[in-house]
């Protein structure tokens, strides 16, 4: 979580038990649905991730602090860009829906590249501060100048909620409005520190997939 390393550690060690669990049951039972399943799992890495960013702050290890800076833009700038259209790619049947949605894929996986790999190569391109109690990853981006940051996220955020709304099953496409409500609610109250909230609230609405693989599991072994 954004706001403490005790907050973020605890957010973690509730999602990988429950992503370990939805991967247990996608494996077993729906493996279409395998990817989407990591989703716990994959936040709750990051949340732990973000704590030990905490914990670089508050000892002043810097060189922790680096090293898990980058660890988090990992997912942020980069992994959710391209695994989000993934995951429903995967769990898609043949078709114009799962074409568009592989285009997805490889768009997500070429912005990811283009907002992550410059702050690995470019030495003060990424600086972590805090702010009203939340860390602020503050970046340099290649698009500076030419396009607004708010262009910048939107463009984020349509590739992420696109590929949700797309799915053909209901319950993924509700997850993906929530996921758009976590992002005008944090744009609107928590624009400071966009990045850090906005992951935190997607990693908690990450756990309603728990929920979907559970019912989708009784339909299945009712067919």
């Keep these: 979580m954004c706001f403490s390393a005790t907050a973020s550690i605890t957010a973690a060690a509730v999602l990988i038990p429950i992503g370990a669990y939805c ?23 990051q949340q732990a991730i973000e704590g030990a960013v905490w914990l670089g702050i508050n000892s002043n290890n810097q060189s922790l602090v680096d090293v898990a800076s980058l660890g988090y833009v990992f997912f942020s700038h980069f992994f959710w860009l391209f695994w989000v259209p993934f995951s429903v790619y995967y769990m898609e ?7 568009f949605l592989g285009v997805l894929t490889i768009l997500g996986f070429l912005y990811g590249l283009s907002l ?40 984020y955020a349509l590739q992420v909620f696109l590929a949700l709304i797309l799915s ?12 758009l409500m976590s992002v005008l609610g944090t744009f609107a109250f928590f624009k400071y520190a966009f990045v850090s909230v906005w992951c935190f609230f997607a990693a908690i609405l990450s756990a309603y997939l728990l929920l979907i693989l ?5 339909q299945f072994n009712q067919t």
């Design 116 to 155: 992550f790999l410059p702050l690995i190569l470019r030495e003060g391109w990424l600086v972590i501060e805090t702010a009203q109690d939340s860390l602020l990853y503050k970046t340099t981006m290649i698009y500076d100048g030419i396009v607004n940051r708010q262009v910048v996220r939107g463009i």
């Design 23 to 45: 991967i247990n049951i996608a494996r077993k039972d729906m493996p279409g649905w395998l990817m989407l399943a990591a989703y716990p799992m994959a936040f709750g890495l």
């Design 93 to 99: 049947t043949a078709g114009a829906r799962k074409r």
């Design 214 to 218: 559970r019912s989708e599991r009784r």
């Design 168 to 179: 053909t099953n209901r319950k993924v496409r509700v997850f993906g409005i929530m996921i």
